[in-house]
């Protein structure tokens, strides 16, 4: 193998593990979103679980899921500690990860259903 394709061959490793885990991070912040949505009793969890991916993507990520967490917890009234928060975020990319590793999950990163 040439150094060129060398190259190439760890340029596509690096874009499939990017992928992977944006795939991966999207599918945690979904899971997220659908467990606070059950504990905040919301008429409709799939759009809450939309607004939590939602404030998942960008430069601040994870800190931007956690912070509107504890403020829906803190708004509604629901007592969840900000290290059941990241708990339930450890055990959910976990679950996420088997999810991707077993092929269960179809998420195409363009829809939150």
């Excluded at 190439?8 to 599918?27: D, P, V, W």
Aim: with cysteine; charged share 25%; hydrophobic share 40%.
């Amino acid at each position: 193998m040439g150094l060129r394709q060398r190259g190439k061959a760890l340029e596509n490793l690096y874009f499939h593990e990017e992928e992977l885990s944006f795939r991966l991070h999207g599918m945690r912040s979904r899971l997220m979103g659908l467990w606070a949505a059950s504990l905040m009793h919301k008429d409709d969890a799939n759009s809450y679980a939309s607004e939590i991916v939602a404030a998942s993507i960008g430069r601040e990520g994870d800190d931007a899921m956690f912070n509107k967490l504890h403020d829906d917890f803190v708004a509604a009234g629901v007592g969840v500690t900000d290290d059941v928060i990241h708990d339930q975020m450890t055990n959910l990319l976990r679950c996420a990860a088997d999810e991707l590793r077993n092929g269960i999950a179809q998420f195409d990163g363009k829809r939150a259903a």
